[in-house]
């Protein structure tokens, strides 16, 4: 009796082993699921995407932004500008402020308000300022030049003397911002004589410019589109232009001394033969001349 129950005893340890390994790997296979779930879905967190705009091609500034202008484009959540447009219907028929790259999102902040048109400031280069150079049919080079030329500034100003003009060259490769209050070039337009051209100078230039209009008279030169270097001249006075087309003169030739020919000594020249005089003698009423050779 006491074996067959020490045999019981055991089976019964046996189930119970059995039922906590059971247990035990159930726990096992339950945190197993969970932690799977959970990298599943910080995973899917991570690459949550939204929908942007961005640039299709580069757009200038000052653009009409077009519905060919953009597209749209899956972005990281934490990639996505605040700014950033999201429907075509927030950017078409809008004003690009400053140019936008392609592959760019579209930024609300650098589109003019809906209906409002770029003005000069927006075309102003950063580093630059606008002034406007009064100008007539001469000096506008017969209204030949646009917006987005490039000209040279000359001056004709009063010498050091007082009593002599020249003319320099102020400023080289001048961009032209607006003809007027034209700021952009018209196709096919015809030349058209305004009174100002406005450029486009870093603070130093328009210094210059200032007092240069301010003391003389400016001329601006048209440069053409494959001009790229600058040239330095000296300026131009009023006697050096006097002298343009003048007969040059001819070359003064220094004296210079006349070397000495050796020439042999000519031979004494051979004595006269002495000549007779003549002697006049008076006797009475009688004259006679009688000839004496000299001793």
């Given amino acids: 009796m006491g074996a067959m129950g020490g045999g019981g005893d055991a089976?019964?340890?046996?189930?119970?082993?059995?039922?906590?390994?059971?247990?035990?790997g159930l726990l096992a296979a339950i945190l197993t699921y969970t932690y799977i779930r959970t990298l599943e879905t910080s995973d899917t967190q991570t690459v949550k995407e939204v929908g942007?705009?961005?640039?299709?091609n580069d757009?200038?500034?000052g653009a009409t932004?077009?519905?060919?202008?953009?597209r749209?484009?899956?972005?990281?959540?934490?990639s996505v500008h605040p700014e950033a447009a999201i429907s075509t219907a927030e950017v078409v028929g809008r004003i690009t402020k400053a140019p936008i790259f392609q592959g760019e999102q579209i930024l609300r902040s650098r589109l003019l308000p809906a209906g409002v048109t770029p003005s000069l400031t927006f075309a102003i280069p950063s580093d630059k300022r606008a002034i406007s150079v009064a100008v007539n049919e001469v000096v506008g080079v017969a209204g030949f030049i646009k917006p987005g030329d490039r000209v040279d500034v000359l001056a004709t100003i009063e010498g050091s003397s007082g009593d002599d003009q020249v003319t320099s060259t102020v400023l080289q490769d001048v961009e032209v911002l607006?003809?007027?209050?034209?700021?952009?070039e018209e196709v096919d337009k015809k030349p058209r004589v305004t009174t100002t051209v406005t450029l486009a100078v870093t603070l130093d230039e328009a210094q210059r410019v200032t007092l240069a209009e301010e003391t003389g008279t400016l001329r601006l030169a048209l440069r053409p589109v494959s001009a790229a270097n600058r040239e330095w001249v000296n300026p131009t006075t009023g006697s050096e232009l006097a002298q343009v087309g003048a007969p040059p003169r001819a070359p003064q030739r220094s004296a210079q001394p006349v070397a000495a020919v050796w020439s042999p000594p000519k031979p004494p020249a051979s004595p006269k033969p002495p000549q007779d005089y003549e002697?006049?003698?008076?006797?009475?009423?009688?004259?006679?001349?009688?000839?004496?050779?000299?001793n």
């Fill in 11 to 24: 089976k019964v340890k046996r189930r119970k082993l059995l039922l906590v390994a059971a247990a035990l």
């Fill in 52 to 56: 942007v705009l961005v640039a299709a």
């Fill in 59 to 61: 757009i200038p500034a």
């Fill in 65 to 70: 932004v077009g519905a060919n202008m953009v």
């Fill in 72 to 78: 749209l484009a899956q972005v990281h959540v934490g």
């Fill in 178 to 184: 607006a003809i007027a209050q034209d700021m952009e």
């Fill in 279 to 294: 002697v006049e003698i008076i006797r009475g009423t009688d004259r006679e001349l009688v000839s004496v050779k000299p």
